[in-house]
């Protein structure tokens, strides 16, 4: 697929109330400090993790990573009135038919005690979710062997089930695994470079962790009133802000894992935009409901590299009532002072889209959806294919 377009970029203001959207070991607010100031930070795994929740919503296709593969395909096969037992011990060759070095799980009430047929890969498995059905599949065709076969008790022995067909199996890709990539060195051929980059989010302005003191009421305490003080006791730490999201889709490397299937990228790509624009980091939304939308949205289509604004709230936004009106008139300064030093000619398109009631030139032209602005953004993207095809 040869077109002008390389990356399109999309840079997202959003203000988030009283939140913990991701934690550390220690259930802090994660935080970094940048320009000599505080901010409130949440990983790129973090938000790309709840990125491609919504993403396998809009596609209609799901992938699943884990270490337990040889568990998901027993209950599989237990789906398919296989004995528990050697719905066990299939499961078990699957996991350990591959390149992938694997242990078996120990007992959680006695952790000397190793459970035969447990399998857990030391590398996790990223596969499409019907790959689980195609490794019960070839369980099922070799289950004579399966059968006859001793159970997998110890990380030396051997899968009676063929290792090429099984990685075969592993190799597989689908529209979440050529957006997303995949790293699994253990087996050949297998990895996929990601077309996407995600950065962690950060605050444009200084804040402070707070932290929260709560109690829970005993109620059959409070009813009888036959003692004092609270059933439970504890606390939890909390910041709120407006953070500057990231993130670029290279167009390039879509069409090297997909193929030259202009549609199927932009569908992907429309898909990676709108789900990035709507997800949201899912701790602690049942004791905080933050569920904001952003602020503001821009879209821009690069032919040369991409460019993260980050750069602008490198000296914090200081509040005038609030952060987000701010916020946004930073990224329109900085944004034309980028493109100007760079030169204008190597973006194809930029729009955004947002409540800012001004118009914001350094950002483009401005769209009264989000809808709209992605659509714009991927017709720019894609014209020179469109037009080549027509």
């Known amino acids: 697929m ?3 377009a390389r990356f399109i970029d999309i840079h997202v203001l959003q203000t988030v109330p009283f939140a913990n959207l991701n934690r550390d070991d220690t259930n802090s607010v994660k935080t ?3 320009g000599d100031t505080l901010r409130t930070r949440v990983s790129s795994q973090s938000w790309k993790r709840a990125v491609r929740t919504v993403f396998e919503e809009k596609i209609g296709e799901a992938a699943l990573r884990t270490r337990r593969i040889g568990e998901r395909v027993t ?3 237990e789906g398919r009135n296989w004995p528990e037992a050697e719905a066990q011990r299939a499961g078990a060759h699957v996991a350990a038919a591959s390149s992938i070095k694997f242990e078996l799980a120990k007992n959680p009430d006695d952790p000397q005690q190793i459970l035969p047929n447990k399998v857990l890969t030391n590398a996790m498995v990223y596969v499409p979710q019907a790959a689980v059905s195609e490794l019960a599949d070839l369980a099922e065709a070799h289950r004579e062997a399966v059968g006859k076969a001793k159970d997998i008790k110890k990380p030396s022995d051997k899968s009676v089930l063929p ?3 099984v990685e075969a199996v592993l190799r597989s890709r689908n529209g979440v695994i050529n957006l997303f990539g995949r790293m699994l060195a253990e087996v050949d051929n297998a990895g996929v470079d990601g077309a996407v980059q995600v950065a962690h989010a950060l605050t444009t302005h200084q804040t402070d962790v707070e932290l929260d003191y709560f109690s829970a009421v005993d109620d059959i305490t409070a009813a009888w009133g036959d003692a004092t003080g609270s059933g439970h006791m504890g606390h939890s730490e909390f910041s709120a802000g407006t953070f500057y999201r ?3 889709v290279d167009l390039r490397d879509l069409a090297a894992n997909i193929g030259d299937k202009p549609q199927a990228a932009r569908d992907l790509a429309g898909a990676f935009l709108a789900a990035f624009i709507e997800s949201l980091p899912q701790a602690k939304k049942n004791s905080t409901a933050p569920h904001t939308i952003p602020d503001l949205v821009h879209l821009s289509v690069r032919t040369d590299r991409p460019l993260s604004y980050a750069a602008a709230f490198e000296e914090p936004v200081h509040a005038r009532g609030g952060f987000a009106r701010e916020s946004w008139a930073r990224l329109d300064e900085y944004a034309q002072e980028a493109n100007t030093l760079l030169g204008g000619g190597r973006i194809l398109t930029s729009g955004w ?15 009264g959806s989000f809808d709209g602005l992605i659509t714009a953004a991927l017709d720019a993207a894609l014209a020179q294919h469109q037009d080549a095809s027509a």
């Open 163 to 165: 290792k090429d067909e």
């Open 353 to 367: 889209a947002g409540r800012e009631a001004k118009d914001l030139t350094g950002l483009g032209q401005r769209h």
């Open 2 to 4: 040869s077109v002008a």
């Open 32 to 34: 970094v400090q940048y």
């Open 246 to 248: 990231y993130a670029t």
């Open 75 to 77: 209950r599989e096969l």
